[in-house]
């Protein structure tokens, strides 16, 4: 009996704390709060139109590139894009106020996703800048101009100076040769709050002397949030985006300074909603089989510890975690090699008319 027992306490165990990215609990819906507003981020993994744009590397997404990128497959795109975006809608009660964006080829394909029929009713404007990514791919916000009143708007460049970082590895000729996405930081208000909006997709695990590279990219963002922070006292600011790594790692804890609880933090740090989340076993997305969450939002301490009567970040999932990842079942593989893992656009080189390889995440503020 003692063996039954035991074993059925393991399986609850299983069940309990499972990991993978479809690790699912209810959030609390936007709406629950007097005044409350989503703020996220979307890698919307490798959309691109039917276009060559002159000097990129986005030959596999044209008609008679490697993928056949068709008219067909890229509206077949622009409608899962927006149905995600449309179903967060749905769970939150409001349309996202700010919805930050990666991989993005150009602002055409912002146009047509933000006119898309499921979600053209959010009237969302764009912030875009053509970076200087070889294949292309930029990040953006979306943005609902009557929440978020933009005041400007900067791209940010990947520099390697100043920073702590030792880059005797690195020839002047390999620094000057390199390229990335460019940072985008976007500046405005929300109820005559300041608000700074950081969008990031930070470089690719490149391995060797590229570890630094990430580090690199979470400096310069750390370097221009505390220039903010001076500027303009009290002002909040939420740093989002594909880090391409995760809460855990160097980038995220030594160098943008995220910490895990909101008592821990200062005016020097960021508090990490996703570092308790990764902790449990969620994730954003599978990367070389393993859990990870890449897709990371992030507020400063006047967000964090917020002054009576201003925005604030509120609990979520569980009215524990500060951050969601949203991952419905429709957005899932639910068979197969890949099952529990997002539903891409492509897999194994086939067009299978999924979503994105990441899941979207979030946080919503208030007062």
């Known amino acids: ?59 596999e997404y ?15 795109k622009l409608a899962n894009m927006a149905r995600v975006i449309a179903a967060m809608k749905e769970d939150n009660g409001v349309w996202h106020a700010v919805l930050g964006v990666s991989e993005v080829e150009n602002r055409h394909v912002l146009e047509d996703l933000v006119a898309e029929p499921a979600i053209a009713s959010a009237g969302f404007q764009i912030v875009h800048y053509d970076g200087p990514d070889r294949r292309g791919v930029d990040v953006g916000l979306l943005y609902r101009p009557e929440v978020f009143k933009l005041i400007t708007s900067e791209s940010i460049p990947f520099t390697f100076t100043p920073s702590r970082i030792d880059w005797s590895q690195w020839t002047q000729e390999e620094m000057d040769n390199f390229k990335t996405r460019d940072v985008l930081m976007c500046r405005g208000t929300i109820d005559d ?39 303009f006292p009290g002002i909040k600011i939420v740093v989002m985006g594909d880090m391409n790594d995760n809460p855990n790692d160097v980038s995220m804890t030594e160098f943008l300074r ?17 570092l308790s989340m990764i902790k449990a076993g969620y994730a954003s997305l599978y990367y070389q089989g393993g859990n990870n969450i890449f897709d ?16 604030e970040i509120a609990p979520l999932v569980k009215k524990i975690y500060y951050g969601r990842i949203f991952n419905k079942p429709f957005m899932t593989n639910q068979s197969g090699q890949y099952k529990g893992t997002p539903l891409r656009t492509f897999s194994g080189g086939a067009f299978v008319g999924g979503y994105s390889d990441h899941y979207p995440t979030y946080i919503v503020i208030r007062k």
């Open 258 to 274: 995220g910490k895990e609880f909101r008592e821990e933090v200062t005016d020097e740090d960021f508090f990490d909603p996703f």
């Open 296 to 311: 990371i939002v992030m507020v400063n301490n006047s967000l964090a510890n917020a002054a009576p009567g201003s925005f």
């Open 193 to 231: 709050e300041m608000f700074a909006i950081f969008v990031t997709h930070l470089p690719s695990r490149l391995g060797g002397k590229g570890a630094d590279l990430r580090p690199r990219g979470a400096e310069i963002i750390y370097q221009r949030a505390m220039e903010l922070q001076k500027e």
């Open 1 to 59: 009996m003692k063996r039954y027992f035991t074993a059925l306490c393991l399986i609850l165990l299983v069940v309990m704390t499972g990991c993978g990215p479809a690790k699912q609990a209810a959030s609390t819906p936007a709406t629950a709060y007097k005044s409350s507003y989503v703020i996220g981020f979307y890698n919307l993994e490798n959309l691109f139109d039917t276009y060559h744009d002159e000097g990129k590397n986005d030959y």
């Open 62 to 76: 044209l008609p008679d590139g490697g993928n056949q990128w068709t008219e067909a497959k890229y509206t077949k």
